[in-house]
Every structure is written in C-alpha cells, then in structure tokens.
C-alpha cells in the first residue's frame, strides 16, 4: 500500500515533460514576470543593510525575535557584527 501511495504521488508531481500535470494546470500563475525577476535577482549586502536600518530601532522591544534583540542593537553594533550578519544569509 506504502508503494502504491508513494508512486502515485511520485507520479503527480513528476517534473518530467511526459508526465500527467493535470493538477499544476489548474493553477493560475500568481507571480508576474516581472515580480519573478525580482524575486530570483542576486542578494545585495546594501539592501539588507538599508532594511535592517530602515526599521524602527525599538520596533520588537515587546516581542523580539528568536534571539531577543531588537533593531536597535544591530544598528547600534552594525560595524561590529554586520559582515558577520551578511556571511551567513
């Protein structure tokens, strides 16, 4: 029975051009080409540097994120933590 469930599935969401997409094709495409563009271009450092900048500094300060600081400490140590920041994304 695992089988049978595993291939049909298999089956559906084959990305192979011989395979039944009958499901994909009552998908309407949400995304332009043009915001697609946008979303595949390159990571740029600046842009999340201006985000993380952009932001109220106290914006969190009630609920930080996972790591309980807010903007106000990245922007405050930027020059100490940001390459830092920036090699892991």
């Known amino acids: 029975m695992k089988n049978v ?7 559906l969401f084959d990305k192979s051009p011989e395979s039944d997409c009958s499901v994909i094709k009552c998908v309407q495409p949400c995304v332009s080409t043009a915001q697609n563009g946008i979303i595949l271009a390159p990571f740029v ?9 952009s932001m109220s500094p106290d914006k969190f300060i009630k609920s930080p994120g996972l790591d309980d600081l ?3 400490f990245y922007q405050h140590f930027w ?3 940001g390459a830092d920041i920036l090699c892991g994304l």
Do not use: G, R, T, W
């Open 45 to 53: 450092d600046e842009e999340f540097k201006e985000a993380v900048f």
């Open 79 to 81: 020059s100490l933590i």
């Open 70 to 72: 807010n903007p106000k």
């Open 5 to 11: 469930v595993l291939d049909y599935f298999h089956h």
